[in-house]
């Protein structure tokens, strides 16, 4: 049971780093693929609503400490879009997500919920053109999300169905 | 009443949280430009900047431990003593008044290397490898050999938050070399704007704009990019600009910390008569 809800925060560690170090060599246009939130999905979609806003606090917090960003600010975004996500979590199919097509659109929905409050939040300014910046700057983001989402999702998938059969 | 709130807890623990937790994220938001929770941040990035820049030289993919880094800071020094003669060009009458400026450029710079870029919505920050011990001060211009990359947010003693020009919080004015036109450069999430430009400029595609020197950020002439395309040119009150930044943040490896805060400098001079009693 302890290790059990060890594994996200021993996950995060690295998550965190490819996520600070290796995700903006790919990075187009300016937007990156949120690594941290693919994980968030997963947890909340293994786990449920509760466990997820509880994780989503940690991520946010730990994320915003260590980039120098807005205090509180991913917290926000992140517990929101867990809450939000949660309502996905079926006891019954909580395995069977990964490897599905409906895990990338999960993250998709999730990625723009979170990259839209967070640019609302720390952008907001009324000069802006607010539907613009969140239909750009969260859709793109949370597209490429989806995407690494779901090769992540099918490499994690075939590695596990290679584990069962071997 | 145990029963009651027990009951409540059992069915709406889920909002309960998710109250207490936006309440808390609300709160601290709030709390951001609290001296206490600045000192935290301080402290915690440049913890964990210090142990993870461990990893940072595995994922450096360019070349650039063999650069030179002495001909890179004379090439940011070079930059801006070229931008300050350009605008001295264009208000002097002789070549005198050049001369002394060049022989009066005392700036000084502070090399560093980007340790990680910290890409959040469609802000991009960057987090330096030099900070408090190397004299580094937030309002600090950051710059490249082109131009300007940001300004220094936030330091720690080793490390220091860049807040780069693709970060809608950084606004600048800014002047057309050319006609020396004035506007307020901003990130606008999507592309680097100049707005609040007069209808009576005259802006062509192709000039070069640099900050200005009323800016209480930078006020030295540092270029920031080129006109790509007036947006509005017949409507509304101002100009708006799409600009080409000089600088493509995303992809630097280096930058250089100018070691002037303008704010400082001009608040010293506006205050002087306070000092006459």
Known sequence: MIVRSLIPILIFIPILLLQIYVVPVIEISGAVPDLILIVLIYFTLREGQLYAMILAMAYGFIYDISTGNLIGASMLSRVITAFIVGYFYNENKSETYLGNPIFPLIVLLGGFLNSAMYNLIVNFDINLNIAGIILFSALFPALYSAFVGAVGSMLFDTFGMRKSNG | ?277
Do not use: C, H
């Open chain 2, 1 to 277: 009443m145990f029963n009651i709130l027990r009951y409540f807890w059992y069915n709406y623990k889920n909002y309960l949280i998710l109250i207490l937790f936006v309440t808390l994220s609300v709160s601290l938001l709030t709390l951001n430009d609290n001296p206490r929770v600045k000192n935290f941040r301080s402290f915690s990035f440049g913890l964990f900047s210090a142990t993870t820049s461990f990893f940072q030289p595995f994922f450096t993919f360019n070349n650039i431990q063999s650069e030179n880094e002495e001909l890179r800071d004379k090439n940011a020094l070079l930059m801006l003593e070229l931008n300050r003669l350009r605008e001295y060009r264009r208000i002097a009458d002789d070549i005198d008044s050049m001369k002394m400026q060049a022989d009066t450029f005392s700036t000084q710079t502070v090399f560093s290397k980007i340790i990680f870029r910290a890409y959040s919505g469609n802000q991009l920050n960057l987090n330096i490898d030099a900070g408090r011990n190397e004299g580094i001060e937030a309002g600090m211009p950051v710059i490249t050999p082109d131009g300007l990359a940001g300004i220094v947010y936030e330091s720690s003693n080793e490390y220091s938050i860049v807040r780069t020009i693709k970060n809608s919080n950084l606004r600048l004015v800014v002047r057309n070399s050319g006609d020396g036109s004035q506007g307020i450069l901003r990130w606008n999430g999507r592309d680097l704007l100049i707005t609040n430009l007069p209808k009576t400029a005259v802006v062509n595609v192709g000039d070069v704009f640099v900050t200005s020197d009323v800016s209480s950020l930078v006020n030295l002439p540092v270029n920031i990019g080129k006109v790509k395309r007036v947006l509005n040119p017949e409507e509304g009150i101002f100009n708006d600009i799409l600009l080409q930044a000089a600088v493509d943040v995303d992809q630097i490896d280096y930058v250089f910390v100018v070691k002037e805060i303008p704010s400082k400098i001009k608040r010293n001079v506006e205050l002087n008569f306070y000092r006459y009693k």
